[in-house]
């Protein structure tokens, strides 16, 4: 299984062909149900975890959990972390684990640009 770290996804992520490849699979049948929302709640934290799958009828079949933890500030830590894995859809294989710190930014800044 692939698996790459922030920088990684950083170098395998660049932006022109980034905003053509968005662009094509705008275009491509995708199922995107609704995103689950928990809020998770201990003694020493809260935040919120937002699960999100999606697959596409060629084969692929994702899961992005970004988890948001506001009081990461005053640990000095970001606020945001996040996870994506990447499946065969015909399989259920894992394929990738991919850093979606990254994913998502760059996915907001390219959707912004297509």
Known sequence: MLHLDANATEQSLG????IDA???AFRQEVHVPL????????????????IMPAWSPDGF???KIINI??????????????????????TGIPLAFVDADVVTARRTVTFSAS
């Not at 929302?37 to 934290?45: A, N």
């Open 61 to 63: 079949y994702g899961v």
């Open 69 to 90: 933890y506001p009081d990461n500030t005053v640990r000095g830590l970001p606020g945001l972390h996040g996870i994506y894995a990447l499946f065969d859809a015909v």
């Open 15 to 18: 932006f022109p062909g980034l």
């Open 22 to 24: 968005l662009r094509e």
């Open 35 to 50: 995103r689950h929302t928990h809020e998770i709640k201990t003694d020493g934290g809260r935040g919120t975890s937002l």
